[in-house]
């Protein structure tokens, strides 16, 4: 079959793999029927050092079940089904408590010798606990947003959901990338009263607006932080989504937070040590945030999408085949895309 391979920083090619068998007796096959590239794949498309053999990549998709190992059940050929960016087998203690992405017996995606999601096909580890069934074709218009269920929106959402966001609560959300888009739905959905989307990619921000933003501040650095305040009464807001990942991003959410308030962090930290210090702690703030559980959450927002009563596939804004994943790729490293939708 074929599947996206990254040689290097910039180096991602398609090429020939061998088909997925099942090897366990939890294992399924699934055929993938769509595919994205997430904003973290972006880190080793401008890092990674050069090598001569290519490693997987990809962890968000959604497919067609066309095996099961003799130890699953739920799940039988032809279902269509959603991946979690994590798989679990979602009965240990930790997954029993919400943490799928701590289970004892799960793991990652295009890691030891596990399929990665942008390619043809893909064999799920522990796939009873791991897979969703969606009750929908397999040429659904809904399958953006339900694939936004394997990641991006759950990441928003779990950014709000430990930030505490709720009714008459205000948010800062860092970032106008898909995530941090996916934050300001999120926080919409939970009840935000007001939520300011700090962001500087007009085509991103009025999607933000639509998602739910009151407020857009363009300004970034201490200005930023400025305009934040201006608009808060001096204060900040009670909650700031941070969905970056650099330092500036986490020194500008502990600007903009109120005394007393929550920052939650989900942009994967490119960064050592936290700017939390005693004037931090004079502020009684606090730090939350993490990589999210999507598993946990996909049936509490799965419903809302069959609806339409939101619909976070709209971060899709350029669709590729398989064999032009590289391009895909350049587009979002380039920012002339927001999420690249992959439809092998």
């Known amino acids: 079959m074929r599947a996206t391979l990254i040689y290097g920083a910039g180096d991602v090619r398609v090429e020939d793999v061998p088909d997925p068998v099942l ?31 290519g490693e997987r990549i990809g962890h968000e998709f959604l497919g067609v079940v066309e095996d099961v190992g003799s130890e699953v059940s ?50 799920v580890p522990q796939a009873q ?30 950014c709000a959901v430990t930030a505490g966001v709720g009714p008459r609560t205000s948010v800062t959300v860092i970032g106008d990338g898909a995530v941090g888009l996916s934050a300001v739905l999120a926080a919409r ?20 607006r639509e998602f739910g933003a009151t407020d857009i501040v363009a300004a970034r650095g201490d200005e930023g932080v400025e305009r934040v305040r201006e608009l808060t009464g001096g204060d900040g807001t009670h909650t700031v989504l941070e969905c970056v990942g650099t330092r500036q991003a986490i020194e500008t959410a502990f600007a903009v937070v109120r005394d ?37 959450y996909i049936e509490e927002l799965l419903p ?16 590729v085949s398989l064999e032009r994943v590289p391009a895909g790729y350049r587009a979002m490293a380039d920012r002339t895309a927001l999420k690249v939708l992959i439809q092998p």
Request: charged share 20%; glycine share 14%; aromatic share 6%.
């Open 23 to 53: 090897r366990d007796p939890t294992d399924a096959l699934v055929r993938v029927l769509r595919s994205c590239i997430c904003g973290s794949d972006l880190w080793p498309y401008r890092s990674l050092p050069a090598s001569g053999q």
């Open 74 to 123: 739920g799940l039988k050929a032809g279902d269509v089904v959603v991946a979690p960016f994590v798989w679990a087998d979602n009965t240990c203690d930790f997954c029993r408590e919400g943490l799928q992405t701590s289970c004892r017996h799960g793991g990652l995606w295009a890691a030891d010798g596990v399929d990665g999601g942008q390619g043809e096909a893909v064999r």
């Open 129 to 158: 606990g791991t897979l969703v069934r969606l009750p929908v074709g397999e040429d659904s218009h809904l399958l953006p947003s339900l694939l936004t269920l394997s990641d991006v929106f759950c990441t928003g959402h779990h």
């Open 189 to 208: 959905r939970l009840g935000a009263e007001r939520i300011l989307l700090m962001g500087r990619h007009t085509g991103r921000t009025d999607l933000g």
């Open 260 to 296: 007393g308030g929550v920052v939650s962090r989900v942009g994967a930290p490119q960064y050592e040590e936290v700017p939390m210090g005693f004037p931090e702690f004079m502020r009684n703030i606090t730090l939350t945030g993490g990589v999210a559980p999507a598993r946990a």
């Open 304 to 319: 809302e999408v069959l609806d339409g009563a939101i619909e976070p596939g709209r971060v899709f804004d350029r669709t």
